[in-house]
């Protein structure tokens, strides 16, 4: 009989080389592959908007800097 363990002990397998990777560990420790996951995704998109933030307050100083 086959049961399903992995969701029992948060185990996923790696697409790349078939090791059991724990849930909250984002890596693979054999092969290094990235799991993608949205709670990531999230953090990739907070962090554009950072960034994005940061370019127009660039801007806007530089337009203040050469405004005079
Ligand atoms: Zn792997």
Redesign the pocket.
Known sequence: MHIDYRKEFGVRE??????E?KINNNR??????EFPCLRGRRKTLQVGMALLMLILLGLMLLRALSGR
């Open positions: 790696c697409p790349s080389c078939a090791t990777v693979c420790p054999i092969c290094g592959y």
